[in-house]
């Protein structure tokens, strides 16, 4: 994510991952087969076909197919991880192709049309609704979206289906944002969280952070930045927002010079422009922003007479 949203920041997540329709339990729809009427056909007992009853061949579809987002030109779902087609192999061939478009376009659009990859995400989950890269997908649209309770229900679902906490920080800071810190410290407490990457341990210790700064425990929110990966004579993907929280804490503690100094770190690890650092700096420093488009505005002559 780009820049933090809530104190302490928000662990970053982009990329195809996955999110849930909703069912209808496999009955065909419509108010006569619902009724048992014409609809529906039943032998004398008012029991249904065998075919029908034991999950065979039926006459009619469940339900309509719905049309589908479009494919941008050139993909082909093949960008996907090898892990995410590994998930993909419980599918028949034609749709493991088309789910695996669907997801990268997801991750695609994220960042830039949230409302286009809902639409993927929803389609990759109505046709692989047990796939947890599909229900993760959905699951990082709804969280980007501050649906936090929808979120949540599906990075669960995640693991239940795959066994992996990789999602951890991402449903500590759903907790965090839907009020229950001493929910969320008790989910980033849990055994689960020693296994996590390396990453995901610093995307947590962030969010950590921030939970204990929304309760006033300044000094335990910059202590919990105190980690191997606070170095500023290292630059990896999780440099720049790492340092970013630790100077955001420091600030809040009354330590200026201190949150300059990381304020500055962060910039210089922020490659891809993901945080504010620079302005921070600068309004440490007391640089005042001009806007001139606006000084131009109260400039401009008056067409009123």
């Given at each position: 994510?780009?820049?933090?949203?809530?104190?302490?920041?928000?662990?970053d997540?982009?990329?195809p991952r996955?999110g849930?329709?909703?069912?209808?339990?496999?009955r065909?729809?419509g108010?006569?087969?619902a009724a048992?009427?014409?609809g529906?056909?039943?032998?004398?007992?008012?029991?249904?076909?065998?075919t029908e009853?034991t999950?065979?061949?039926r006459l009619?579809p469940t339900?309509p197919?719905?049309?589908?987002p479009?494919?941008?030109?050139?993909?082909?779902g093949k960008?996907l991880?090898?892990?995410?087609?590994?998930?993909l192999?419980?599918l028949?061939?034609e749709?493991a192709?088309g789910?695996?478009?669907?997801?990268?376009?997801?991750?695609?659009?994220?960042d830039t049309?949230?409302?286009?990859?809902?639409?993927?995400?929803e389609?990759?989950?109505?046709?692989?609704?047990?796939?947890?890269?599909a229900?993760?997908?959905?699951?990082?649209v709804?969280?980007?979206?501050?649906d936090?309770?929808?979120a949540?229900a599906?990075?669960?679902t995640?693991?239940?289906?795959?066994?992996?906490?990789?999602?951890l920080?991402?449903?500590?800071?759903a907790?965090?944002a839907?009020?229950?810190?001493?929910?969320?410290?008790?989910?980033?407490?849990?055994p689960?969280a020693r296994t996590l990457?390396?990453?995901e341990r610093?995307?947590?210790a962030?969010?950590?952070s921030?939970?204990?700064?929304?309760?006033g425990q300044?000094?335990?929110?910059?202590?919990?930045?105190r980690?191997?990966?606070?170095?500023?004579?290292?630059?990896?993907?999780?440099?720049?927002?790492?340092?970013?929280?630790?100077?955001?804490a420091?600030?809040?503690?009354?330590?200026?010079?201190g949150a300059r100094e990381?304020?500055?770190?962060?910039?210089?690890?922020?490659?891809a422009?993901?945080?504010?650092?620079?302005?921070?700096v600068e309004?440490l420093?007391?640089?005042?922003?001009v806007?001139l488009?606006?000084?131009?505005?109260?400039d401009?002559?008056s067409d009123?007479?």
């Amino acid at each position: 994510m780009s820049q933090q949203d809530r104190s302490g920041g928000r662990p970053d997540r982009r990329g195809p991952r996955p999110g849930a329709s909703r069912r209808n339990g496999g009955r065909p729809g419509g108010a006569g087969s619902a009724a048992g009427g014409s609809g529906s056909r039943r032998d004398e007992r008012g029991r249904r076909p065998d075919t029908e009853r034991t999950g065979g061949q039926r006459l009619t579809p469940t339900s309509p197919r719905r049309p589908e987002p479009a494919i941008a030109e050139g993909v082909t779902g093949k960008e996907l991880d090898r892990a995410v087609w590994t998930q993909l192999r419980t599918l028949s061939k034609e749709n493991a192709e088309g789910v695996a478009q669907h997801l990268v376009m997801a991750a695609l659009l994220l960042d830039t049309d949230v409302e286009a990859a809902q639409a993927h995400a929803e389609t990759a989950v109505r046709r692989a609704g047990r796939v947890p890269a599909a229900r993760e997908a959905l699951g990082l649209v709804a969280y980007r979206q501050g649906d936090w309770a929808k979120a949540l229900a599906e990075f669960r679902t995640v693991r239940r289906l795959s066994g992996s906490s990789h999602l951890l920080p991402l449903m500590v800071d759903a907790e965090r944002a839907l009020g229950r810190p001493d929910r969320a410290l008790e989910l980033a407490s849990t055994p689960e969280a020693r296994t996590l990457a390396r990453d995901e341990r610093v995307e947590l210790a962030i969010v950590v952070s921030g939970i204990r700064r929304d309760q006033g425990q300044l000094d335990a929110a910059v202590a919990g930045l105190r980690i191997p990966e606070l170095d500023a004579a290292r630059r990896k993907p999780w440099s720049a927002r790492l340092f970013y929280a630790y100077a955001d804490a420091l600030l809040a503690l009354g330590d200026r010079r201190g949150a300059r100094e990381w304020f500055a770190s962060a910039v210089d690890a922020d490659e891809a422009l993901e945080t504010d650092a620079a302005e921070r700096v600068e309004e440490l420093d007391g640089v005042q922003q001009v806007d001139l488009l606006e000084d131009e505005d109260r400039d401009a002559p008056s067409d009123r007479g």
